[in-house]
């Protein structure tokens, strides 16, 4: 088969990182695979490092928008010159709409994999989103990463289908710290201020614990000020790097609260480490927590971290026994099988 992916970034703290381990392992499998993304290109479209590169204008702050400046007909000729059978966008956005609108053109099979929820929880802009996603859904087929995630949303998928993690490579165990570790876009909506303003008491317990935070975004200048506000600035670290293989391999619990990401590689990823999740109740990835591992509120936090840390050797045999179902080795032949029905 010949596919071609549609993503919103390459950042490789993305999931990126994951479709492009898929990318390789189709490839091995004698299938070819090209990917789209935005990019800064004065050209509609431009091959770099094996990805074409769509043309996008960048507007900074305050706006932060991205808005597609290319032609469809370019996108066109590059599926028709590289005889692409399948398209999958893991965008719904503008990039998702790119790729409808030249699969549909040329009558090639579609796949959209919805990785966020839309919505914005504003009645005028949440119209708007409902119309845009049922101009879109006209054409091509479903992809929810699990199956609470097709469930909030209201959409019923035609396959459920994660994005898939590497095989877990063992250096040999090291020593455990009292390391709570997040990592992805520092938004509002991941919470991280309810675990940093639970800390404190966390630490009256368990003076050796610190919170790893990796990734960047809008809220990082507000974490950081609430850190220095509750003079935690040994306790908790804000950082950025794409590689954390080392830091799960160190770490114990990983927080996952986000409501608006469906699914969360770097959760998978700590957890084929022997990362305990700690997962809130309204998150898409609820499905993974283990028994203990819920929490509803801010309040709970203080109670359940502690039970997690002193039950951490039990609980991470059942995410390491978890975490298998979704390396690249065990979902490679079921992305295959929904490209070739």
Known sequence: ???????????????????????????REGHKVIIFAPGKTKKDLELKNGTYNVRFAFLENPYNLSL?????????????KENIDVVHSF????????????AKSLEINLFYTFL??????????????????DWLLKYGEVIFPTEYSQRLLNIKADYVLPLPIPEPQSNGEEKRKK?????????KDKKLDWLINSLPSLINVEPSIKLKIYGKGEEEKSLKS???????????SINYQSDLSKIY??????????????????????????????????????????KGTLFEDKKELSQIVPNLL??????????????????????????????SV
Not at 91 to 102: N, V, Y
Not at 310 to 334: G, H, M, P, Q, V
């Open 179 to 187: 390391y709570i570790l997040t990592a992805g876009k520092l938004t």
């Open 116 to 133: 966020v929820d839309p919505y914005f929880e504003n009645p005028l802009l949440d119209k708007l989103v409902k119309k845009y996603l």
């Open 249 to 290: 391999q160190k770490s114990q619990i990983y927080y996952h609260a986000s409501k608006k990401s469906l699914f969360s590689l770097s959760l998978l990823e700590a957890m084929s480490n022997g990362v305990v999740p700690l997962i809130h109740k309204g998150s898409a990835m609820k499905d993974l927590a283990l």
């Open 91 to 102: 965008s719904i956005g503008k990039m998702g709409g790119l790729a409808r609108e030249a």
């Open 226 to 236: 609430l850190i220095k506000q509750l003079g935690l600035e040994n306790n908790v």
């Open 1 to 27: 088969m010949n596919i071609a992916y549609f993503v919103d970034s390459l950042d490789p703290i993305s999931p990126y990182r994951s479709i492009l381990l898929l990318k390789e392992a189709l490839e």
């Open 68 to 80: 597609p400046i290319v032609a469809i007909s370019k996108i066109k000729q590059v599926l028709k």
């Open 310 to 339: 002193n039950n951490y050797d039990e609980l991470k045999e059942r995410a390491l026994f978890i975490s298998k179902a979704y390396t690249i080795k065990s979902l490679l032949s079921e992305y295959i099988h929904v490209y």
